[in-house]
Protein backbone atom coordinates (compact mmCIF):
# COMPACT_ATOMS: atom_id res chain seq x y z
CA UNK A 1 0.00 0.00 0.00
CA UNK A 2 2.68 2.21 1.32
CA UNK A 3 5.17 1.58 -2.10
CA UNK A 4 1.35 2.09 -4.13
CA UNK A 5 0.70 5.53 -3.00
CA UNK A 6 4.74 6.72 -3.65
CA UNK A 7 4.43 5.09 -7.26
CA UNK A 8 0.90 7.22 -7.52
CA UNK A 9 2.96 10.45 -6.22
CA UNK A 10 6.17 9.62 -8.80
CA UNK A 11 2.87 9.61 -11.64
CA UNK A 12 1.08 12.88 -9.93
CA UNK A 13 4.19 14.52 -9.51
CA UNK A 14 5.36 13.78 -13.17
CA UNK A 15 2.05 14.95 -14.71
CA UNK A 16 1.67 18.36 -12.71
CA UNK A 17 5.41 19.49 -11.56
CA UNK A 18 6.90 19.16 -14.42
CA UNK A 19 4.33 20.83 -16.75
CA UNK A 20 4.83 24.20 -14.12
CA UNK A 21 8.72 24.63 -14.54
CA UNK A 22 9.38 27.87 -13.12
CA UNK A 23 12.07 30.38 -14.41
CA UNK A 24 14.94 30.38 -11.24
CA UNK A 25 16.10 33.58 -9.08
CA UNK A 26 19.85 34.78 -10.36
CA UNK A 27 20.32 33.85 -5.92
CA UNK A 28 18.40 30.63 -6.06
CA UNK A 29 19.27 28.17 -3.10
CA UNK A 30 21.65 25.62 -4.35
CA UNK A 31 21.16 22.55 -3.39
CA UNK A 32 22.48 19.47 -3.59
CA UNK A 33 21.26 15.58 -3.71
CA UNK A 34 23.00 13.19 -1.81
CA UNK A 35 22.44 9.42 -2.93
CA UNK A 36 20.68 8.36 -5.76
CA UNK A 37 17.34 7.28 -3.60
CA UNK A 38 14.42 5.97 -5.64
CA UNK A 39 12.40 8.76 -3.20
CA UNK A 40 14.52 12.00 -4.72
CA UNK A 41 12.12 12.91 -7.68
CA UNK A 42 9.04 12.64 -5.81
CA UNK A 43 11.08 14.35 -2.74
CA UNK A 44 13.22 16.77 -3.96
CA UNK A 45 13.73 17.06 -7.74
CA UNK A 46 10.11 17.64 -9.25
CA UNK A 47 8.85 19.70 -6.45
CA UNK A 48 11.72 21.63 -7.26
CA UNK A 49 10.53 22.38 -10.66
CA UNK A 50 8.03 24.86 -9.64
CA UNK A 51 9.77 26.87 -7.02
CA UNK A 52 11.76 30.16 -8.33
CA UNK A 53 14.20 30.27 -5.29
CA UNK A 54 15.90 26.52 -5.75
CA UNK A 55 17.97 24.83 -7.93
CA UNK A 56 19.18 21.67 -7.87
CA UNK A 57 22.43 22.13 -8.83
CA UNK A 58 24.35 18.57 -7.90
CA UNK A 59 24.12 14.89 -7.06
CA UNK A 60 26.61 12.61 -5.39
CA UNK A 61 26.56 8.70 -5.10
CA UNK A 62 28.77 5.89 -4.16
CA UNK A 63 29.53 5.46 -7.52
CA UNK A 64 30.43 8.26 -10.05
CA UNK A 65 28.68 6.43 -13.03
CA UNK A 66 25.38 5.94 -11.11
CA UNK A 67 25.64 9.86 -10.08
CA UNK A 68 26.34 10.79 -14.06
CA UNK A 69 23.88 8.84 -15.31
CA UNK A 70 20.93 10.33 -12.53
CA UNK A 71 22.32 13.64 -13.27
CA UNK A 72 21.44 13.00 -17.09
CA UNK A 73 18.25 11.80 -16.18
CA UNK A 74 17.18 14.43 -14.12
CA UNK A 75 18.91 17.61 -15.84
CA UNK A 76 20.98 17.73 -12.57
CA UNK A 77 24.33 20.01 -13.36
CA UNK A 78 26.96 18.54 -11.70
CA UNK A 79 27.85 15.12 -10.56
CA UNK A 80 29.80 13.41 -7.89
CA UNK A 81 31.58 10.06 -7.17
CA UNK A 82 31.23 10.30 -3.49
CA UNK A 83 29.37 12.46 -0.78
CA UNK A 84 32.60 13.87 0.56
CA UNK A 85 33.06 15.90 -2.75
CA UNK A 86 29.91 17.11 -2.81
CA UNK A 87 30.25 18.50 0.50
CA UNK A 88 33.18 20.27 0.23
CA UNK A 89 31.68 22.21 -2.62
CA UNK A 90 31.49 25.84 -1.87
CA UNK A 91 28.87 26.69 -4.47
CA UNK A 92 26.56 24.36 -2.33
CA UNK A 93 24.09 26.06 -0.03
CA UNK A 94 21.86 23.23 1.42
CA UNK A 95 21.64 19.36 0.90
CA UNK A 96 18.96 16.69 0.77
CA UNK A 97 19.88 13.34 2.57
CA UNK A 98 18.02 10.59 1.59
CA UNK A 99 20.38 7.46 2.84
CA UNK A 100 19.27 5.16 4.44
CA UNK A 101 18.09 5.49 8.15
CA UNK A 102 21.22 4.40 9.55
CA UNK A 103 23.46 6.79 8.10
CA UNK A 104 21.40 9.93 8.52
CA UNK A 105 23.09 11.42 11.59
CA UNK A 106 26.98 10.66 10.41
CA UNK A 107 26.02 12.54 7.08
CA UNK A 108 24.17 15.42 8.59
CA UNK A 109 26.79 15.70 10.62
CA UNK A 110 29.24 16.11 7.69
CA UNK A 111 26.83 18.52 5.80
CA UNK A 112 26.20 20.32 8.62
CA UNK A 113 30.34 20.81 9.39
CA UNK A 114 31.08 21.47 5.89
CA UNK A 115 28.32 24.75 6.54
CA UNK A 116 25.11 23.36 4.39
CA UNK A 117 21.46 23.85 5.84
CA UNK A 118 19.81 19.83 5.43
CA UNK A 119 17.09 18.68 4.33
CA UNK A 120 17.40 15.15 6.05
CA UNK A 121 14.71 12.56 5.73
CA UNK A 122 12.45 10.56 8.06
CA UNK A 123 13.29 9.31 10.84
CA UNK A 124 15.39 12.04 11.68
CA UNK A 125 18.55 9.10 12.86
CA UNK A 126 18.76 5.89 14.10
CA UNK A 127 18.05 6.72 17.53
CA UNK A 128 17.90 9.74 20.12
CA UNK A 129 21.27 9.92 21.51
CA UNK A 130 21.96 10.53 17.57
CA UNK A 131 19.54 12.96 17.24
CA UNK A 132 20.53 15.16 20.43
CA UNK A 133 24.24 15.22 19.26
CA UNK A 134 22.89 16.27 15.85
CA UNK A 135 20.48 18.68 17.14
CA UNK A 136 23.35 20.50 18.92
CA UNK A 137 25.37 20.79 15.88
CA UNK A 138 22.53 22.52 13.95
CA UNK A 139 22.42 25.16 16.80
CA UNK A 140 26.00 25.67 17.33
CA UNK A 141 26.43 25.93 13.53
CA UNK A 142 23.06 28.43 13.14
CA UNK A 143 22.24 26.18 10.28
CA UNK A 144 18.58 25.01 9.20
CA UNK A 145 18.17 21.69 9.95
CA UNK A 146 14.76 19.85 9.61
CA UNK A 147 13.43 16.49 9.02
CA UNK A 148 11.68 15.71 6.56
CA UNK A 149 8.11 15.03 7.86
CA UNK A 150 6.40 16.22 4.29
CA UNK A 151 3.02 15.48 5.59
CA UNK A 152 2.82 18.07 8.21
CA UNK A 153 3.14 20.83 5.55
CA UNK A 154 -0.05 20.20 3.79
CA UNK A 155 -3.29 21.57 4.23
CA UNK A 156 -5.47 19.14 5.21
CA UNK A 157 -3.16 18.18 8.08
CA UNK A 158 -3.22 21.79 8.99
CA UNK A 159 -7.05 21.48 8.85
CA UNK A 160 -7.52 18.53 10.98
CA UNK A 161 -5.35 20.18 13.65
CA UNK A 162 -7.86 23.23 13.61
CA UNK A 163 -11.09 21.10 14.29
CA UNK A 164 -9.19 19.81 16.97
CA UNK A 165 -8.22 23.53 18.45
CA UNK A 166 -11.32 24.91 18.34
CA UNK A 167 -12.65 23.25 20.93
CA UNK A 168 -15.98 22.49 19.07
CA UNK A 169 -15.33 18.73 19.75
CA UNK A 170 -14.40 18.59 23.27
CA UNK A 171 -10.96 17.58 24.41
CA UNK A 172 -9.49 14.02 23.00
CA UNK A 173 -9.49 10.98 24.80
CA UNK A 174 -7.95 8.74 22.38
CA UNK A 175 -6.24 8.19 18.97
CA UNK A 176 -5.33 4.96 16.80
CA UNK A 177 -2.62 5.65 13.63
CA UNK A 178 -1.46 2.52 11.48
CA UNK A 179 -0.07 2.27 8.49
CA UNK A 180 0.71 -0.77 6.44
CA UNK A 181 2.05 -2.72 3.37
CA UNK A 182 1.26 -6.06 1.97
CA UNK A 183 2.88 -8.71 2.59
CA UNK A 184 5.29 -9.60 -0.51
CA UNK A 185 5.24 -5.69 -2.11
CA UNK A 186 8.64 -4.78 -0.55
CA UNK A 187 11.55 -6.82 -1.58
CA UNK A 188 13.68 -8.48 0.68
CA UNK A 189 16.63 -6.85 -0.74
CA UNK A 190 15.07 -3.12 0.15
CA UNK A 191 17.07 -0.93 2.98
CA UNK A 192 13.82 -1.48 4.96
CA UNK A 193 14.56 -4.59 6.23
CA UNK A 194 18.24 -4.13 7.30
CA UNK A 195 19.54 -4.40 10.52
CA UNK A 196 22.75 -2.42 9.93
CA UNK A 197 20.77 0.55 7.87
CA UNK A 198 18.71 0.88 10.98
CA UNK A 199 15.19 -0.66 8.93
CA UNK A 200 12.50 -2.13 10.18
CA UNK A 201 8.38 -1.38 9.76
CA UNK A 202 8.58 1.17 12.75
CA UNK A 203 11.14 3.20 11.82
CA UNK A 204 10.02 3.80 8.30
CA UNK A 205 6.61 4.00 9.38
CA UNK A 206 7.68 6.21 11.70
CA UNK A 207 4.28 8.54 10.40
CA UNK A 208 2.22 7.32 13.02
CA UNK A 209 4.21 8.35 15.66
CA UNK A 210 4.70 11.87 14.26
CA UNK A 211 0.75 11.85 12.84
CA UNK A 212 -0.22 10.74 16.54
CA UNK A 213 2.13 13.13 18.52
CA UNK A 214 1.38 16.43 16.36
CA UNK A 215 -2.68 15.89 16.76
CA UNK A 216 -1.85 15.11 20.56
CA UNK A 217 0.53 18.17 20.84
CA UNK A 218 3.01 15.83 22.83
CA UNK A 219 6.63 15.32 23.09
CA UNK A 220 7.79 11.92 24.60
CA UNK A 221 5.21 9.18 26.08
CA UNK A 222 4.91 9.13 29.78
CA UNK A 223 4.39 5.03 29.65
CA UNK A 224 4.50 2.43 27.08
CA UNK A 225 1.66 0.27 27.72
CA UNK A 226 2.84 -2.38 25.55
CA UNK A 227 4.64 -2.61 22.37
CA UNK A 228 4.59 -6.35 20.45
CA UNK A 229 6.91 -6.55 17.72
CA UNK A 230 6.71 -9.18 15.12
CA UNK A 231 9.99 -9.88 14.06
CA UNK A 232 11.15 -10.67 10.16
CA UNK A 233 11.81 -14.38 9.94
CA UNK A 234 15.19 -14.15 8.22
CA UNK A 235 16.59 -11.22 10.71
CA UNK A 236 14.90 -11.34 14.68
CA UNK A 237 16.36 -7.87 15.46
CA UNK A 238 14.42 -6.18 12.58
CA UNK A 239 10.58 -5.33 13.31
CA UNK A 240 8.24 -6.67 10.52
CA UNK A 241 5.45 -5.29 12.30
CA UNK A 242 4.94 -3.31 15.93
CA UNK A 243 1.96 -2.86 17.58
CA UNK A 244 1.70 -0.31 20.87
CA UNK A 245 -0.15 1.99 23.06
CA UNK A 246 1.83 5.10 24.24
CA UNK A 247 0.13 7.32 27.11
CA UNK A 248 0.70 10.93 26.18
CA UNK A 249 0.10 13.96 28.00
CA UNK A 250 -1.92 16.13 25.40
CA UNK A 251 -0.13 19.45 24.93
CA UNK A 252 0.51 20.75 28.61
CA UNK A 253 -2.42 20.33 30.30
CA UNK A 254 -2.07 17.23 32.49
CA UNK A 255 -4.43 15.04 30.62
CA UNK A 256 -3.12 11.96 30.19
CA UNK A 257 -4.70 9.64 26.82
CA UNK A 258 -3.85 6.51 25.11
CA UNK A 259 -2.34 6.02 21.59
CA UNK A 260 -2.24 3.10 19.73
CA UNK A 261 -0.04 3.14 16.86
CA UNK A 262 0.64 -0.14 14.32
CA UNK A 263 2.66 -0.74 11.58
CA UNK A 264 3.29 -3.49 9.22
CA UNK A 265 5.83 -3.77 6.19
CA UNK A 266 4.67 -7.51 5.69
CA UNK A 267 0.58 -6.88 5.97
CA UNK A 268 -1.21 -10.43 5.53
CA UNK A 269 -3.60 -10.55 2.47
CA UNK A 270 -7.17 -11.53 3.18
CA UNK A 271 -7.53 -15.19 2.01
CA UNK A 272 -3.73 -14.64 1.10
CA UNK A 273 -4.48 -13.45 -2.13
CA UNK A 274 -6.98 -9.54 -1.41
CA UNK A 275 -4.19 -6.94 -0.46
CA UNK A 276 -6.02 -3.97 2.16
CA UNK A 277 -6.06 -1.78 -0.39
CA UNK A 278 -8.23 0.15 2.05
CA UNK A 279 -5.09 0.94 4.55
CA UNK A 280 -3.75 3.63 3.54
CA UNK A 281 -1.79 5.33 6.38
CA UNK A 282 -4.76 7.19 8.43
CA UNK A 283 -5.44 8.50 11.76
CA UNK A 284 -8.43 8.24 13.89
CA UNK A 285 -8.90 10.82 16.66
CA UNK A 286 -11.60 10.37 19.41
CA UNK A 287 -12.62 13.46 21.63
CA UNK A 288 -15.28 13.67 24.02
CA UNK A 289 -17.91 14.74 21.53
CA UNK A 290 -16.79 13.47 18.31
CA UNK A 291 -14.26 10.79 15.90
CA UNK A 292 -12.29 12.28 13.65
CA UNK A 293 -10.84 10.11 11.31
CA UNK A 294 -7.74 11.21 8.52
CA UNK A 295 -7.89 8.88 6.17
CA UNK A 296 -4.31 8.93 4.18
CA UNK A 297 -3.08 11.44 5.89
CA UNK A 298 0.74 11.00 4.55
CA UNK A 299 -0.09 11.70 1.09
CA UNK A 300 -3.27 13.33 0.88
CA UNK A 301 -2.44 15.43 -1.84
CA UNK A 302 -3.01 12.07 -3.77
CA UNK A 303 -6.29 11.50 -1.94
CA UNK A 304 -7.54 11.94 1.26
CA UNK A 305 -10.95 12.52 3.38
CA UNK A 306 -11.59 13.99 6.92
CA UNK A 307 -14.56 12.55 8.27
CA UNK A 308 -16.38 13.85 11.80
CA UNK A 309 -18.74 11.90 13.23
CA UNK A 310 -20.96 13.61 15.81
CA UNK A 311 -21.30 11.73 18.91
CA UNK A 312 -24.65 12.88 19.44
CA UNK A 313 -26.36 13.53 16.71
CA UNK A 314 -24.86 10.83 14.92
CA UNK A 315 -24.18 12.13 12.06
CA UNK A 316 -20.94 12.34 9.72
CA UNK A 317 -19.78 15.50 7.86
CA UNK A 318 -16.70 14.77 5.22
CA UNK A 319 -13.79 17.68 4.77
CA UNK A 320 -11.26 17.74 2.30
CA UNK A 321 -8.13 20.21 2.00
CA UNK A 322 -5.90 20.53 -0.95
CA UNK A 323 -4.89 24.14 -0.78
CA UNK A 324 -5.10 26.96 1.74
CA UNK A 325 -6.15 25.60 5.15
CA UNK A 326 -5.82 27.61 8.46
CA UNK A 327 -2.18 27.92 8.02
CA UNK A 328 -1.20 28.62 3.89
CA UNK A 329 -4.26 31.14 3.01
CA UNK A 330 -4.00 31.53 -0.34
CA UNK A 331 -0.15 30.67 -0.93
CA UNK A 332 0.05 27.61 -2.96
CA UNK A 333 -1.59 25.61 -5.74
CA UNK A 334 -4.09 22.65 -5.59
CA UNK A 335 -1.97 20.28 -7.30
CA UNK A 336 1.64 20.29 -4.79
CA UNK A 337 2.43 17.47 -3.42
CA UNK A 338 3.38 17.27 0.32
CA UNK A 339 6.63 17.69 -0.72
CA UNK A 340 6.34 20.57 -2.55
CA UNK A 341 5.04 22.01 0.31
CA UNK A 342 7.75 21.17 2.41
CA UNK A 343 10.20 22.90 0.21
CA UNK A 344 8.89 26.22 0.69
CA UNK A 345 8.65 25.81 4.17
CA UNK A 346 12.18 24.81 3.66
CA UNK A 347 13.44 27.91 1.47
CA UNK A 348 11.59 30.31 3.60
CA UNK A 349 13.10 29.00 6.52
CA UNK A 350 16.83 29.32 4.80
CA UNK A 351 15.75 33.12 3.22
CA UNK A 352 15.10 33.75 7.05
CA UNK A 353 11.33 33.99 6.66
CA UNK A 354 8.94 32.20 9.21
CA UNK A 355 8.00 29.41 7.49
CA UNK A 356 3.35 28.52 8.27
CA UNK A 357 4.73 25.23 9.95
CA UNK A 358 8.06 23.70 11.44
CA UNK A 359 9.04 20.79 12.31
CA UNK A 360 11.02 21.87 15.61
CA UNK A 361 14.33 19.97 16.36
CA UNK A 362 13.35 19.47 20.36
CA UNK A 363 10.29 17.58 18.44
CA UNK A 364 12.44 15.54 15.90
CA UNK A 365 14.37 14.21 19.26
CA UNK A 366 11.20 13.64 21.28
CA UNK A 367 9.90 11.83 18.21
CA UNK A 368 13.69 9.32 18.03
CA UNK A 369 12.96 9.03 22.01
CA UNK A 370 9.75 7.82 21.66
CA UNK A 371 10.89 5.44 18.84
CA UNK A 372 13.89 4.78 20.94
CA UNK A 373 11.04 4.03 24.12
CA UNK A 374 8.52 1.45 21.83
CA UNK A 375 11.52 -0.82 20.75
CA UNK A 376 13.19 -0.98 24.02
CA UNK A 377 9.67 -1.92 25.39
CA UNK A 378 9.06 -4.42 22.52
CA UNK A 379 12.25 -6.44 23.40
CA UNK A 380 14.03 -5.33 19.96
CA UNK A 381 16.18 -2.54 21.59
CA UNK A 382 16.70 0.79 20.01
CA UNK A 383 18.34 0.94 16.75
CA UNK A 384 21.98 1.60 16.04
CA UNK A 385 23.33 3.72 13.12
CA UNK A 386 26.75 3.83 11.31
CA UNK A 387 29.01 5.73 8.76
N1 LIG B 1 9.66 11.20 2.63
C1 LIG B 1 9.22 10.13 2.04
O1 LIG B 1 8.10 10.07 1.56
C2 LIG B 1 10.09 8.95 1.94
C3 LIG B 1 11.24 8.89 2.67
N2 LIG B 1 12.08 7.84 2.55
C4 LIG B 1 13.31 7.84 3.34
O2 LIG B 1 14.38 8.13 2.42
C5 LIG B 1 15.51 7.33 2.69
C6 LIG B 1 15.85 6.57 1.43
O3 LIG B 1 14.82 5.68 1.11
P1 LIG B 1 14.70 5.02 -0.36
O4 LIG B 1 14.53 6.09 -1.35
O5 LIG B 1 13.69 3.96 -0.31
O6 LIG B 1 16.14 4.36 -0.47
P2 LIG B 1 16.91 3.66 -1.66
O7 LIG B 1 17.28 2.31 -1.20
O8 LIG B 1 16.20 3.82 -2.95
O9 LIG B 1 18.19 4.58 -1.74
C7 LIG B 1 19.11 4.73 -0.71
C8 LIG B 1 20.36 5.33 -1.33
O10 LIG B 1 21.34 5.44 -0.31
C9 LIG B 1 22.61 5.22 -0.86
N3 LIG B 1 23.31 4.24 -0.02
C10 LIG B 1 24.46 4.47 0.65
N4 LIG B 1 24.84 3.40 1.33
C11 LIG B 1 23.94 2.44 1.09
C12 LIG B 1 23.81 1.09 1.49
N5 LIG B 1 24.68 0.50 2.32
N6 LIG B 1 22.77 0.39 1.03
C13 LIG B 1 21.86 0.95 0.22
N7 LIG B 1 21.92 2.24 -0.20
C14 LIG B 1 22.96 2.97 0.23
C15 LIG B 1 22.43 4.73 -2.30
O11 LIG B 1 22.78 5.82 -3.13
P3 LIG B 1 24.10 5.84 -4.00
O12 LIG B 1 24.29 4.43 -4.49
O13 LIG B 1 23.78 6.79 -5.06
O14 LIG B 1 25.22 6.28 -3.13
C16 LIG B 1 20.96 4.47 -2.42
O15 LIG B 1 20.44 4.85 -3.68
C17 LIG B 1 15.13 6.48 3.90
O16 LIG B 1 15.62 7.09 5.05
C18 LIG B 1 13.62 6.48 3.92
O17 LIG B 1 13.10 6.38 5.22
C19 LIG B 1 11.83 6.84 1.65
C20 LIG B 1 10.70 6.83 0.91
C21 LIG B 1 9.70 7.87 1.05
O1 LIG C 1 8.52 7.42 3.89
C1 LIG C 1 7.95 6.53 3.30
O2 LIG C 1 6.82 6.81 2.64
C2 LIG C 1 6.29 5.97 1.67
C3 LIG C 1 6.54 4.53 1.93
O3 LIG C 1 6.30 3.83 0.77
C4 LIG C 1 7.94 4.25 2.37
O4 LIG C 1 8.08 2.92 2.81
C5 LIG C 1 8.43 5.15 3.43
O5 LIG C 1 9.82 5.07 3.49
Redesign the pocket.
Known sequence: ??????VA?FLQEYLYESGHKIKKNDNAVRLGVISTAM?NPAAIIRPADSHGDVIISAVASRDLKAAQKYAKQYGIPKAYGSYEELLVEPGIDAVYISLPNGMHAAWATRALQAGKHVLL??PFTANADEAKALVALAKEKNLVLVEAFHWQWHPAAHTVKSLLQSGKYGEIIRTEAR?T?PVGT?PKSDI?WKWDLAGGSFM????VVSATRYFLDAGTPKEIVYANARPMKEDKRVDEAMDAVLKFEVGNTGRVVDARVWTD?ARPNIGWVIPRLWEL?SIEIETEKAVIYFYNF??PHLYHYISVYDKVSKETTYLKAYKGGPLWGTRGESWWSTYRWQLEAFIDKIRGKDPVHWVTLESSVAQMETIDAVYEKSGLGKRQGHA
Do not use: V
Request: aromatic share 4%.
Open positions: MAMLIQTIEKMTMRDMTYMPMM
